[in-house]
């Protein structure tokens, strides 16, 4: 499985420069105060690198932060190597120090899955914010960490993708006459095939979905030509599928050959021949994330009786992708971008 579903180029998954880091602001015993943050970093990928830079943007004057830089598989910082004039300058008067001295921190936010599973298994009873997390990457930290759920310590996890009724709610923007959507998926994916079903069958009117499983290379095209015929439109998800850029192509290619426009999560997609993705960009994970820590903090001091359980939330579709060229070529007219975005934004 893992040959067949390599990790695809397009996705958030690009080395790049160096991470910066960040503070957060939120109100306490009914005042606003600077936080402290504390970051933890797991990889240097430049969504991660946006992530931080973001919220450094956002740091509230007099608000204390430190970066934790996480070694490969370990919970200890990496040591400093030789960096680049622009990395040196942009992370001037930032420290770092040991993650098991980081504990009187009011705040941890853990960027990417490896800081999440180090930052869930260290001591402390600080608020913890994941984040950039996918939701099969949640779902395999939680089966795989109680400690996720204890009960001394509040724990928020934003996902990086929209949720599915998002998905589906910009396919009724941008096809409002149809409602079959066919989807193929691996057995890894079941945690996101439940939550499309949920929104499917909520609905109004309801979605019709069919839903193939391609367990390896050879079983996708045969899930395909089940799926193809029954459906006004197919879905890409953002799991080994989604992340595969063979995989991705051939769903892309099988759209085609049908007429049938395909939708997903990623702007790589889109790039690749998809007709539009509903997307939030690091800049904009980070903002959600800021949102969240507040939630968070306020929830640990107001000693929320299930503080057991994480607040979890996916990103808010603020950006929607449309490929006009594919567009055309179907012969669909379809609204501007940013009004598409607004149809998807949540009621302020």
């Given amino acids: 499985m893992k040959s067949f579903f390599s990790p695809f180029s397009g996705r958030l998954r690009r080395a790049a420069g160096a991470a910066l880091a960040a503070g957060l602001a939120w109100g306490a015993s009914g005042g606003a105060t600077a936080a402290s943050l504390t970051v933890l970093m797991g990889d240097d990928v430049a969504a991660s690198s946006e992530f931080v ?5 956002d740091q509230e004057p007099g608000g204390r932060f430190e970066l934790v830089r996480l070694a490969p598989g370990g919970a200890d910082p990496q040591a400093s190597t030789e960096a680049s004039d622009a990395e040196r300058a942009a992370n001037s008067g930032v420290r770092t120090r040991s993650l098991r001295t980081a ?4 705040l941890t936010m853990a960027v990417g899955p490896a800081a999440a599973r180090a930052a869930v298994e260290r001591p402390g009873q600080e608020p913890l914010v994941l984040a950039m ?3 099969l990457e949640y779902e395999t930290l939680k089966a795989a960490s109680p400690a ?10 934003l996902l990086r993708d929209p949720a599915m009724a998002d998905q589906l709610a910009l396919i009724n923007a941008v096809l ?30 309801a979605w019709e979905l069919r839903v193939e499983y391609a367990p390896d290379a050879r079983s996708l095209a045969a899930a395909l030509r ?24 051939s769903v892309l290619r099988a759209g085609a050959g049908a007429g049938l426009p395909v939708f997903g999560a990623s702007e790589g997609l889109v790039r690749s021949g998809g007709l539009a993705a509903a997307v939030s960009t690091p800049s904009q994970l980070a903002q959600q994330a800021r949102l969240l820590g507040q939630k968070v903090a306020s929830a640990s001091v107001g000693g929320s009786s299930n503080s057991n359980v994480p607040l979890v939330e996916a990103a808010t579709p603020a950006t929607v992708r449309v490929n006009a060229t594919v567009a055309r070529g179907l012969g669909l007219r379809l609204p501007e971008e940013r009004e598409l975005a607004d149809r998807l934004a949540p009621p302020r």
């Fill in 103 to 106: 504990s009187d921190a009011p």
């Fill in 148 to 157: 996720l759920r204890r009960g001394d310590r509040r724990v928020g996890v």
């Fill in 226 to 249: 089940l799926v193809v015929p029954q459906s006004d439109a197919l879905m890409v998800l953002p799991d080994l599928i989604g992340d595969n850029q063979a995989a991705t192509l």
């Fill in 133 to 135: 997390l996918s939701r």
């Fill in 176 to 205: 409002p006459q149809k409602h079959r959507v066919g989807v193929v998926a691996t057995p890894e994916s079941e945690p996101l095939v439940r939550e499309l079903q949920r929104a499917a069958q909520g609905a109004n009117p």
């Fill in 53 to 57: 830079q973001r919220l450094r943007a």
